[in-house]
Every structure is written in structure tokens, then in C-alpha cells.
């Protein structure tokens, strides 16, 4: 089972073609000194912007 993380960000999975908000979100992050990720959410359809583990 994986541990809780913290959630940063969230949007929805379908975004329009060609347009990446949670992974330019995560870049965002991680550029400003908060190292993050993007996972799938399944049962919720929705792309999370988590806290990168170290």
C-alpha cells in the first residue's frame, strides 16, 4: 500500500490536446525549490500534483 502524500495541485485528466497544466504546474514547483510530481488518480479521473518523494 502506498503512503499518503501531499497533494500540491489537482486538475482534471481530460484537458484539451496538447495542453499539459499538471506536469507544467510540477515544473513550476520544482524550478521555485519544491520538488514535485504528477500521478494518476483513477477512481477520481483527476491528475495530481504531489510532493516528490527524496
Not at 503512503?3 to 504546474?25: C, T, V
Amino acid at each position: 500500500m502506498m503512503a499518503a502524500r501531499e497533494i500540491l495541485a489537482d486538475f482534471p485528466a481530460g484537458g484539451p490536446r496538447g495542453s499539459w497544466p499538471a506536469e507544467e504546474k510540477a515544473a513550476e514547483l520544482t524550478a521555485s525549490g519544491t520538488p514535485a510530481t504528477v500521478v494518476m488518480d483513477l477512481p477520481s479521473d483527476r491528475l495530481l500534483v504531489v510532493r516528490a518523494e527524496s
